[in-house]
């Protein structure tokens, strides 16, 4: 894959080859020593290197929360940086779950972190929140944009907390969220096979209740734990369901520290993600 070419045409190829699954490293405490390792940072490292070993070669994303590394300080940023760096060099696209959202010279700072390529933590792709309007994000879209990067932009999330500001009604008569879809289908138009500009909407949700044709990839959190199965997929996501990129973390890593088991579990959601599909189709 080559580093210049677009985040979206990078992922269509990753999703059709791999199968469209995206699996979370989620460290939480309560994970760490369910693993039987120390809630430290030799834990840490243990868990993000063998969740790289056992998926990096064969899943399509893998999906770091920053939060977990850095509540660690900069040994846990340094731990992260190390995991980017060889689950990228495996070959899969590394989606930097960072929610990142702020306003000109500060959001800029946030996007050369993730989205400058000769930054330590760059990554395939961030997720930003827009809820500063969606202008507020440009920084990150225009850099992005430069280094063949993706944004997914938070939409309809999958917690229930999210509806309050998310199905507001914004000018116009539409939902808050709606207007941000609208926004991300301009930022995607005319791009081919698939924009990098994609959304954050739950799998969680039972129907979208919004146009999500915007011409790029959907992050379908609460697969597994947060109570989705695949089957789920065609209802929310209706005639976009093939561009619907499911995350699962806690479904597939619960199953560590055996590196056969994770592989296990994540071919297993990959191919009932792929039934679900092809029956939507």
């Not at 080859?17 to 243990?46: F, M, S, Y």
């Not at 938070?154 to 999210?162: F, I, K, Q």
């Amino acid at each position: 894959m080559s580093p210049q070419e677009a985040f979206g045409a990078r992922l269509r190829r990753a999703m059709d080859t791999r199968g469209p699954l995206c699996v979370g490293i989620d460290p939480h405490a309560a994970l760490l020593t369910a693993w039987g390792l120390d809630d430290d940072v030799a834990g840490l490292e243990r868990f993000s290197r063998t969740v790289v070993e056992a998926l990096a070669d064969r899943v399509a994303v893998l999906k770091p929360q920053s939060a977990f590394f850095e509540r660690f300080g900069s040994r846990g940023v340094a731990v992260l940086e190390k995991a980017v760096e060889e689950a990228r060099a495996a070959g899969a696209l590394v989606l930097m779950d960072a929610k990142r959202g702020d306003i000109g010279s500060t959001m800029a700072a946030y996007a050369e972190t993730y989205l400058r390529k000769d930054s330590p933590l760059f990554s395939d792709a961030v997720t930003v929140s827009p809820y500063l309007g969606f202008g507020s994000l440009r920084p990150a879209l225009d850099l992005a944009r430069e280094s063949g990067a993706g944004v997914f932009v938070l939409a309809l999330t999958s917690n229930p907390e999210g509806a309050e500001v998310q199905r507001a009604t914004a000018a116009g008569g539409v939902s808050l969220a709606q207007l941000m879809l609208n926004h991300m289908a301009d930022e995607n138009a005319g791009a081919q096979p698939l924009g990098s500009v994609g959304a954050v909407v739950g799998a969680t949700l039972g129907q979208a209740g919004a146009d999500l044709d915007i011409n790029g990839p959907l992050l379908a959190p609460g697969i597994g734990a947060q109570g989705a199965t695949p089957a789920d997929l065609p209802g929310v996501f209706g005639a976009q369901v093939r561009n619907v990129l499911p995350n699962v973390s806690r479904g597939v890593l619960r199953n560590g520290p055996d590196i056969a088991a994770l592989r296990e579990s994540a071919a297993r959601f990959t191919d009932e993600v792929r039934a679900a599909v092809a029956t939507a189709e």
